[in-house]
């Protein structure tokens, strides 16, 4: 991975329960890449294991990346990691920023956050109220205790633009519906959180018609494609050489490329990303992402060697 940077964990807080923030800083007297709201960054959280984590303070800080992970209970070993082994003063390896959920312009903004979603949605409604743009935010959870930076987001200068629903607190439960209704025109709708959460959101959205340009969303994992070693194989083409090599089922795009000596840059290696999209020649890709929209699905001249498949005997790759 190019421009990584080494930074330091100056703090580690305890937001809500099952969340950690950890504070990251520059290791030198260097000031850190600027971001932009919606960015991530991939955290190296152990030899091989890379997660992407979105910033969620204020962008136009320099000094500092802030971060907050969820302990999720089917860990693969990132949340894991995070939560068990980072702690003040560790030294941690990291890419710079990149944003696939950045903020367009808008005559108003509608955020909406899920449980641990609310990392992106955080560092959007600080730029907003920077900007000094119109934007209306909702943060949705379970209950209060599992609602990260509540008191921080209460204290903040835009707190009247935001409304909490915790899902225990039945006057407080989130009704997408009339929130999705009153919609102004050229309204943007910015979304993260669990994938079902999210799946109802965009849902509702369009059903109330919203235009899918107008909807944004970033999910934080993949949405649970079926087992690889259920799949069928199939063939994969390099256009430049030529090179042809079968995908049996259990194995990857990825996985068979390396060992044909194919190197294809990844990072979460569950189609979140984005980094090892790749263009399509031919073929018909089975996408099984949650990177791409539903328009760069439908054209099926790019696809995600990680985690997606073929619906085709063969696909030839621009590689």
């Known amino acids: 991975m190019t421009n990584d940077l080494m930074v330091r964990v100056a703090q ?48 136009a800080e320099r000094h500092r990346y802030r971060i907050a992970v969820l302990r999720e209970i089917a860990s693969r070993g990132g949340s894991a990691g995070m939560h068990e082994r980072v702690r003040p003063g560790d030294l941690l390896r990291v890419s710079s920023p990149r944003n696939h959920f950045a903020l367009a312009e808008a005559p108003r903004s509608l955020l909406l956050a899920g449980g641990i979603g609310v990392t992106p949605i955080l560092a959007m409604a600080r730029s907003l109220h920077a900007q000094g743009r119109p ?82 969303r970033e999910y934080f994992a993949g949405v649970g494609a079926a087992p690889l070693a259920t799949d069928s194989s199939f063939e994969v083409r390099i256009a430049s050489t030529g090179l042809s090599c079968q995908v049996p089922a259990g194995k990857t795009v990825i996985e068979v490329l390396a060992a044909h000596g194919v190197e294809v840059p990844t990072s979460c290696e569950a189609g979140v990303c984005g980094t090892c999209l790749t263009r399509v020649l031919q073929g018909t890709p089975d996408h099984r992402d949650t990177f791409l929209t539903d328009a760069e699905r439908a054209a099926n001249d790019q696809f995600t060697p990680c985690c997606s498949r073929a619906l085709s005997p063969l696909l030839v790759l621009d590689l």
């Open 12 to 59: 580690r807080i305890e937001e809500a329960d099952g969340i950690c923030s950890f504070e990251l800083v520059p290791q030198d007297d260097n000031q850190l890449p600027a971001f932009s709201a919606g960015s991530h960054i991939d955290v190296h959280v152990a030899p091989g294991l890379i997660r992407q984590y979105s910033l969620s303070n204020d962008p």
């Open 135 to 216: 934007f209306e935010m909702h943060y949705c959870g379970r209950s209060a205790s599992r609602m990260a930076f509540l008191d921080e987001i209460a204290q903040a200068g835009f707190a009247s633009s935001v409304v909490i629903h915790a899902d225990d607190v039945p006057e407080q439960k989130f009704d997408a519906q009339a929130v999705l209704a009153n919609r102004s025109e050229g309204t943007r709708l910015y979304v993260c959180g669990p994938t079902g959460f999210m799946d109802h959101v965009l849902e509702t959205a369009r059903r109330l018609g919203w235009p899918d340009e107008q909807l944004h």
